[in-house]
T-cell receptor, first 112, second 110 residues
Framework: NAGVTQTPKFRILKIGQSMTLQCTQD?????MYWYRQDPGMGLKLIYY???????DKGEVPNGYNVSRSTTEDFPLRLELAAPSQTSVYFC???????????FGPGTRLTVL | KNEVEQSPQNLTAQEGEFITINCSYS?????LHWLQQHPGGGIVSLFM???GKKKHGRLIATINIQEKHSSLHITASHPRDSAVYIC???FGGGADGLTFGKGTHLIIQP
């Protein structure tokens, strides 16, 4: 099992550009999450999904969109990138909300 | 506001020392997680607990539900234990992910 994979590992965007961060898990987990980690701050929840076709906002959803068309994939879309979106993004998954979460390796995004 | 506080923020110790990292939270939870973030950035789940105590190798995690407090202990610490240790909680209700502390940066010197 590859676990949770994320692409790309690094990306530099210009202000106003858009991009999609990819996340895939091969553990047949229903629950998937996107978090962002800023220096000196705890990770914060952006969006989460409890199964294919079901998504919901977390603590910091503004400027992002998600979709969940399959159990395996949970892409995060940034529209009109802003410097405030410079961060490290982690995708995670769990079997249920009562199980441990498995994290991907992260995507380091810089918006200039 | 649901909050998670960790202490200390930074900890430097000598190899072999007994390490304690503390976590407190503001309201009732359904589960508490301890995570380790390696210098390269990857995050690994160490423990998930909702009561009592769990042990894995040299790591021990305890939780006191009444006091809303958890501790992570490392016995016989080693330089390879150097990492950021993160406490995170699930505040219950819907599947709304985890709320994280800011982490404890641990350095074990040889």
């Amino acid at each position: 099992n590859a676990g949770v994979t994320q692409t790309p590992k690094f990306r530099i965007l210009k202000i106003g550009q858009s991009m999609t961060l990819q996340c895939t898990q091969d553990m047949n987990h229903n629950y998937m999450y996107w978090y962002r980690q800023d220096p000196g701050m705890g990770l914060k929840l952006i969006y989460y999904s409890v199964g294919a076709g079901i998504t919901d906002k977390g603590e910091v959803p503004n400027g992002y969109n998600v979709s969940r068309s399959t159990t395996e994939d949970f892409p995060l879309r940034l529209e009109l990138a802003a410097p405030s979106q410079t961060s490290v993004y982690f995708c995670a998954s769990s079997k249920t909300r009562f199980n441990e979460q498995f994290f991907g390796p992260g995507t380091r995004l810089t918006v200039l | 506001k649901n909050e998670v506080e960790q202490s200390p923020q930074n900890l430097t110790a000598q190899e072999g020392e007994f390490i304690t990292i503390n976590c407190s939270y503001s309201v009732g939870i359904s589960a508490l997680h301890w995570l380790q973030q390696h210098p390269g950035g990857g995050i690994v789940s160490l423990f998930m607990l909702s009561s009592g105590k769990k042990k894995h190798g040299r790591l021990i995690a305890t939780i006191n539900i009444q006091e809303k407090h958890s501790s992570l202990h490392i016995t016989a610490s080693h330089p390879r234990d150097s990492a950021v240790y993160i406490c995170a909680v699930s505040f219950g209700g819907g599947a709304d992910g985890l709320t994280f502390g800011k982490g404890t940066h641990l350095i074990i010197q040889p």
